[in-house]
């Protein structure tokens, strides 16, 4: 052992994981298909054994695409604003002899909500905040003035229909500025969260007011704008529409259908306020499990869980953090738990290591909960996993982190001096993982710095998006939330006559080449005259370590003072064979007809509710495999039709760094494409269609194909 290792672990018995000292945790119609639906592959199997637990069917919820709370906010505001311009303008068009000055007042008043909705949402808090107050006082001043407005029996009279529009609309107008004022005072309270959430669990801060007290002065703000929206949706539904001039009433009612959503989806955001308490420990500690996955070896969640943290958090203080070998748990219960049957190709008996076997984050997170109760552990509120693949973005944040007398980790080396010193037991078979004991804390010093709070906050977006970060809790406040951001990591519910299509891999070889490997995907469609669809899927996986890798690498360990680097942990750090378990996932009762794997079986999945196809895959370094598959879909598409949807979701494994897809479609000359989407597909000449992307992010394509 070196004298860095010495020094380390000198140092880190001196450490401190707790900002508060440790406490104890408690514990279409059918035409008949002309292919015959029957599958060479007779062997039809569960993703368990017979004798194996029957899990919990969580049912998925709509596909939607990931929402930033804060920008969730603004953009529906300045959508409202813009389209409430549009409207407004129009009725004072009408009004053909208008008081110039007065008019002017109310395009003004318009310029001003305009200016302060473009404000928020470029987070510019003063100036839009001028601009909205303007806006209240030109709407005040138009409503007190205009002449049609008065109690005569003119044509634009207070009686009359047209008089009301107006009023309405300027009435309307007032009350949706004064909500964007009591708006961006919320907006500024949320963000300033993180912030005041770094300050506050600052060792020298511990006798500050509760985070969760000054949160609450943000969201008596967010309670008054949700007020004034629902008494401009109010003034809106004063109008009848349908007795207005034919234009003017299209416009009105567009306007009142908008508003009225905009107040539902704003009242649907508030319900998210209680989670947000809760996640704070506001009434009660709030208990977290962070399940630290290494998707270098790629599990169906993510990655493999070598490590766990459990973090207590109370009135916005972090109490307790302390981070686990999950072999640490694992050996101290001594039960025996029947795993799947798929994962009997490297384990024996399940265990908590294990509990992510399914792609759906619920369901594997209620696993994982189960896991540590059984084995000893105590019970948690919110479930959260992080990749390691995350942990490069972040060093990116913070530069380099001092390791104790180790050295500095940074965003090029950490994975494989981590991964060397965990892997060859550096450190010693009593406490292999024992860095990242000293490593965690000064990440987490790092990282919780007030400069890189608005760096943070964009890395974990994009991180839930690729689904390298994500969340679940048993409260339902909580998981609603997490819903609303695109968290949950939840398996798309595909709908009657929609197809689907998910690769899912398991490492089983424990080594940690997944890193290596690059993954082509191609999804081809045939739909005949009758609307059959006939897929066919092609999964690619090439190793691409090289010697030029290695070379590196030993550069790199020489570096910090270790020169032995044997063949077993080079392997086992990437170079060794990729060993994977795959499944396809389709739509429930979709037949495979013919393939070129000699193992492929048929399978049903319980928990999600649909047809996979499993077989295994083995790649050497410098080599490539491939796999296909043939099989029919259980619907048609209604060629009678005038217009008949096509519709695939594909969804990406959590942790993969995102395939190479391509899709190509291909139908009967009898039918004719006439519109695709999303907006990069090409469409040829010849009537067939073809789409490339990358699988960092969920994906969907739609056809529309006429007779």
């Known amino acids: 052992m070196s004298g860095k290792m010495r020094d380390l672990k000198k140092d880190a018995e001196k450490s401190k994981l707790n900002l508060r000292g440790q406490k104890k945790l408690k514990p279409i119609r059918r035409i008949k298909a002309i292919y015959k639906r029957t599958s060479p592959i007779k062997e039809i199997k569960d993703l368990q054994t017979a004798d194996a637990t029957h899990f919990l069917y969580i049912k998925g919820k709509k596909l939607n695409p990931p929402k930033h709370f804060d920008n969730l906010l603004k953009i529906f505001f300045v959508g409202f604003i813009i389209l409430f311009v549009f409207n407004a303008l129009n009725v004072i068009a009408i009004g053909k002899n208008i008081e110039k000055e007065l008019s002017q007042f109310a395009h003004k008043g318009y310029d001003f909500l305009i200016s302060g909705g473009k404000n928020a949402t470029q987070i510019e808090f003063d100036n839009a905040l001028l601009s909205f107050n303007k806006a209240v006082e030109n709407f005040k001043f138009a409503e007190n003035n205009l002449w049609f407005l008065n109690e005569d029996k003119s044509l634009y009279s207070k009686d009359n229909n047209l008089g009301n529009a107006v009023k309405s609309l300027l009435e309307s107008g007032q009350h949706v ?47 008054k704008a949700f007020a004034e929206i629902k008494k401009a949706a109010g003034k809106m539904e004063n109008i009848n529409e349908d ?69 207590d958090v109370n009135e916005g203080y972090i109490e307790n953090l302390t981070v686990n070998d999950v072999y640490d748990i694992d050996g101290s219960y001594g039960g025996i738990i029947e795993p799947p049957e798929e994962f009997k190709a490297f384990t024996s008996n399940w ?200 070379y590196q690498w030993k550069k790199i360990i020489e570096s910090y003072g270790f020169d032995e680097m044997p063949d077993r942990l080079i392997d086992i750090l990437g170079r060794g064979k990729n060993r994977v378990s795959m499944r396809i996932y389709v739509p429930e009762g979709s037949v495979l007809l013919k393939t070129n794997g000699s193992d492929v079986m048929t399978k049903f999945d319980k928990d999600l509710k649909k047809t996979y196809f499993f077989t295994q895959m083995e790649v050497k370094a410098g080599n490539s495999k491939e796999i296909w598959i043939e099989y029919q879909l259980p619907f048609n598409l209604d060629t009678e039709d005038l217009t008949s949807q096509y519709k695939l979701i594909i969804q990406k494994q959590p942790g993969s760094i995102g395939s190479i897809f391509n899709k190509t479609l291909e139908i009967a000359e009898e039918l004719k494409i006439a519109t695709v989407a999303p907006s990069e597909v090409k469409l040829n000449l010849d009537n067939t269609v073809n789409y490339s992307t990358i699988l960092n992010y969920d994906r969907y394509f739609t056809a529309l194909i006429e007779d």
């Open 177 to 223: 500025s004064i909500a964007g004022q009591y708006f961006l005072k919320t907006l500024e309270e949320f963000n300033k969260l993180p912030l005041y959430f770094v300050a506050k669990n600052k060792p020298d801060n511990l006798n500050q007011p509760s985070l969760t007290d000054t949160l609450k002065v943000g969201l008596n703000d967010a309670e």
């Open 243 to 311: 007795t207005l001039p034919p234009e003017l009433s299209a416009r009105v009612k567009l306007a009142k259908n908008f508003i009225q959503e905009v107040s539902l989806t704003l009242q649907a955001i508030s319900k998210n306020f209680p989670a947000l308490l809760k996640l704070l420990g506001d009434r009660y500690p709030h208990r977290y499990l962070v399940l630290l996955q290494n998707n270098n070896e790629i599990r169906p969640s993510g990655g493999f869980i070598g490590s766990y943290a459990l973090i």
């Open 351 to 550: 265990r908590f290591r294990d509990s992510n076997y399914s792609q759906d984050f619920p369901t594997s997170s209620k696993k994982a909960r189960w896991f540590l109760e059984k084995e000893g552990g105590p019970s948690v509120d919110t479930v959260i996993a992080i990749n390691q693949g995350l942990l490069k973005d972040l060093l990116e944040i913070t530069g380099p982190v001092q390791v104790g007398n180790f050295g500095k980790l940074d965003s090029s080396n950490y994975n494989l001096l981590l991964s060397y010193i965990i892997e060859g037991k550096i450190w010693g078979p009593e406490d292999p993982k024992h860095i990242l004991k000293i490593f965690i804390p000064a990440f987490k010093e790092a990282i919780l710095k007030e400069e890189n709070i608005a760096a943070l906050g964009n890395k974990l977006l994009a991180a839930i998006q690729k689904k390298h970060l994500l969340m679940y809790s048993a409260d339902e406040e909580i998981q609603g939330l997490f819903q609303s951001i695109g968290a949950t990591g939840e398996v798309y519910k595909t709908a009657k006559n929609e197809d689907y299509l998910s690769v899912i891999n398991i490492a089983t070889g424990g080594t940690k080449s997944e890193q290596f490997i690059e993954e082509k995907i191609q999804h081809h469609t045939k739909i005949d005259e009758f609307g059959n669809v006939i897929d066919r899927v092609t999964v690619k996986r090439s190793h691409l370590f090289t010697d030029d890798i290695y």
